[in-house]
Every structure is written in structure tokens, then in C-alpha cells.
């Protein structure tokens, strides 16, 4: 199974960006991952809802069918570490190809994509600056793999 990490925004944030890249090299070892970063151009006239219509059809553009799409959202279900991981690891028991995580634009995700949406996971009910977001996930998605495992990254 292939993990896809897909955002909505700028890539760009060097105060985050090392420990990201450090939990994404320690993940390969599970999975193999991939990130993508896809931004649309707006103007200060541009209305939120059209912004967020025209990033959907970005993303959807992306994905295909046969994608698992978990959605990012603090109106989603919350699950612990322990939860999560049994969550991936039956993705990976139904031979799910590519199990993608979407973090969706500064204004939210049309509801075009919550519909795709396989499921909607919320890691809080706080809204997280973006870039906390990705580093957060691709943690706790290495936390999920050392779970499996049984290996000694997760103490509960």
C-alpha cells in the first residue's frame, strides 16, 4: 500500500519541514509515501466558497477512483493512536492501493470532497496552522506503523 499525503498550500515552511521529512524517511520503512502539494492561484476578490470549489476540482483532478480518501477535519471522528492504527492496517488488509490523506485549503473543503471521502478524521477539535497539520499526521501515521509492529516507539 502506498501512503499519499496530499495539501492543499504552499510546501514551504523550514521551521517544520526537517522534522517532517525525518518522520517520512522513518515511515519507508513500513510504507511507501508520497507528498503532494497542490495550490490554485487566488486574489483577495476571490470569494472563500469559489476558492474552495476550485481547489475540490484540483484535487479530484488528482485522485483517482479507486483512492482511499481520509479526509482532514476537526468536524471528523477522532481516533487514538491505537485506533489508527488498526484503521491503516485494515486498509492494508483490503488491499487499498493507495490510501490518501488529504489536508484540505485554508477555508475548509468544499463539501464535493467530503462526500469522496472515505472517512473524516479529525486529529482535534482545535484548527492547526498547516504546516503543524502535516507534521502532526506524518507522526502519528509513523506512531501507527511502530503500533502494528509492536515495536517500541508508542508508550501507553
Known amino acids: ?28 520503512k513500513y510504507y511507501s509515501t508520497e507528498w503532494h502539494f497542490l495550490q490554485i492561484k487566488n486574489t483577495t476578490k476571490t470569494k472563500d466558497a469559489a476558492i474552495k470549489k ?9 485522485i483517482s477512483k479507486n483512492d482511499y ?6 468536524r471528523g471522528k477522532m481516533l487514538n493512536s491505537i485506533q489508527l492504527a488498526e484503521y491503516v492496517q485494515q486498509r492494508a488488509n ?30 482535534s477539535a482545535l484548527v492547526f496552522p498547516h504546516q503543524l497539520v502535516r507534521l502532526i499526521l506524518i507522526e502519528q501515521l509513523y506512531r501507527a506503523c511502530t503500533i502494528q509492529r509492536n515495536e517500541n516507539y508508542h508508550h501507553a
Do not use: P, T
Not at 480518501?69 to 476537526?74: A, N, Q, R
Not at 488491499?95 to 486529529?123: C, E, M, P, T
Open 54 to 62: 476550485a481547489e475540490a476540482l484540483l484535487v479530484l483532478s488528482f
Open 1 to 28: 500500500m502506498k501512503i499519499v499525503l496530499l495539501s492543499v498550500g504552499k510546501s514551504n515552511d523550514k521551521l517544520y519541514s526537517d522534522a517532517i521529512e525525518e518522520f517520512n524517511k522513518r515511515i519507508q
Open 94 to 123: 483490503e488491499s487499498v492501493k493507495r490510501l490518501v490523506f488529504l489536508i484540505g485549503g485554508a477555508y475548509g473543503v468544499d463539501h464535493i470532497l467530503q462526500q469522496r471521502a472515505n472517512f473524516i478524521w479529525s486529529l
Open 69 to 74: 480518501i481520509i479526509l482532514l477535519d476537526e
